[in-house]
C-alpha cells in the first residue's frame, strides 16, 4: 500500500470516528443532558438526530418512562406503639433531567437510594399517625395518598422527579401482635353480627305483629260480615215461612207436625209416654189434623 492511500485511509478513520462522536440519537422513551467540559450546556435535549462538539461534548441519556422502585421491607410502628412489617413499592418518573442530573449525577442507583429512604421516612411519619385498625382496612387509600404528595414536596423540588404512585404489598404483624388483633377483629365482628341479628329480630316481631293485628282485624271483619249475612237470611227465611204459613196454615202445621215425629223418633231405641189424644198426634188419626169429637 503506497503512502498515499495510508494517509487516505487514516484521514476517512479520522472523518469516521469525528463523525460518530459529532452525532447522536435522543429516543422518545428517553430524556437528556448534553454537558461540555462535564458542566451541563442543554439542560433538556428534544427528541431527534443532535450534533455535539466531538471529545468536548458528552451526553447523558435517562429511561423517561415510569419506573418501579421496590423498597425493601421495614418495620413500622403504629399510633398504638404497635410494631408490623411493611413491604412497599413505587412508581416513578424523571421529569426535570437537569435536576435529576444535578442531584444524582447521573447515577440511577443513587437515586433509587435517596428515594427509598424518603419513601421509609414518610412511610414511619404516617404510620405514627395511624392506629392500626386505619392502617389496615380504614384509610390505606388516604395513606398512600398522603404519603405520594409529601414525597411529591421534596422529589419533584430536590431531585427532578414526580412520584406517580405508592402501594403497600403486604403488611404483617409480628407473632406477639398478630394474635391479640386478631382476636380484636373476630370480637368486632362477632359484635356487628350480634347488632345485625337483634335488628332482624326487631323487625321480625314487627312484621309479625302488624301480620297478627292484619289477621285479627280480618277475622273480626269476616265475622261481622258473616253474622250480618246470617241475619239477613234469617229475617228473609222468617218472612218467607211467615208468608208460606200465611197462605196456607193448615199445610204449614202439618209439615211441622212431620218435622216433630222425624225428631221424636229419629232412632229406634226412642221411647215417648204421652196422651194418645194429645194434639202431638192429631195427624196420626185425621189426615186434617181433626180432633174427634167426644161422646
Request: aromatic letters at 8%; charged letters at 30%.
Amino acid at each position: 500500500m503506497s503512502g498515499k492511500s495510508m494517509f487516505a485511509l487514516i484521514i476517512a478513520l479520522v472523518t469516521l470516528i469525528i463523525g460518530a462522536n459529532s452525532l447522536y440519537i435522543v429516543n422518545e422513551f428517553e430524556r437528556a443532558v448534553e454537558l461540555r467540559l462535564g458542566r451541563v450546556n442543554n439542560d433538556d435535549v428534544a427528541h431527534g438526530l443532535h450534533v455535539k462538539v466531538p471529545f468536548i461534548d458528552s451526553v447523558k441519556k435517562f429511561d423517561a418512562r415510569i419506573l418501579t422502585l421496590d423498597a425493601p421491607s421495614e418495620r413500622f410502628l403504629t399510633l398504638e406503639k404497635k410494631s408490623m412489617e411493611v413491604d412497599s413499592f413505587a412508581k416513578w418518573r424523571i421529569v426535570d433531567v437537569k435536576k435529576f442530573y444535578t442531584a444524582t449525577n447521573g447515577e440511577i442507583d443513587r437515586a433509587r437510594s435517596l428515594l427509598s429512604q424518603r419513601i421509609n421516612e414518610e412511610l414511619r411519619n404516617q404510620f405514627a399517625l395511624r392506629s392500626l385498625q386505619e392502617v389496615v382496612s380504614g384509610q390505606r387509600d388516604e395513606l398512600m395518598d398522603a404519603i405520594k404528595n409529601e414525597l411529591n414536596k421534596f422529589s419533584d423540588t430536590s431531585l427532578g422527579i414526580q412520584v406517580v404512585d405508592v402501594r403497600v404489598k403486604r403488611i404483617d404483624l409480628p407473632k406477639e401482635v398478630s394474635e391479640p388483633v386478631f382476636r380484636r377483629m373476630q370480637a368486632e365482628r362477632e359484635r356487628e353480627a350480634n347488632e345485625h341479628r337483634a335488628l332482624g329480630q326487631k323487625q321480625a316481631q314487627i312484621i309479625r305483629a302488624a301480620a297478627d293485628r292484619s289477621a285479627t282485624v280480618e277475622l273480626a271483619e269476616g265475622y261481622r260480615d258473616a253474622e250480618k249475612l246470617r241475619g239477613e237470611g234469617d229475617a228473609l227465611a222468617a218472612d218467607i215461612y211467615a208468608k208460606a204459613y200465611s197462605q196456607d196454615p193448615e199445610f204449614y202445621a202439618f209439615v211441622r207436625s212431620l218435622q216433630a215425629y222425624r225428631s221424636a223418633f229419629a232412632h229406634k231405641q226412642d221411647m215417648m209416654l204421652i196422651d194418645p189424644k194429645s194434639d202431638f198426634f192429631r195427624y196420626f188419626k185425621s189426615s186434617t189434623g181433626e180432633l174427634p169429637v167426644q161422646p
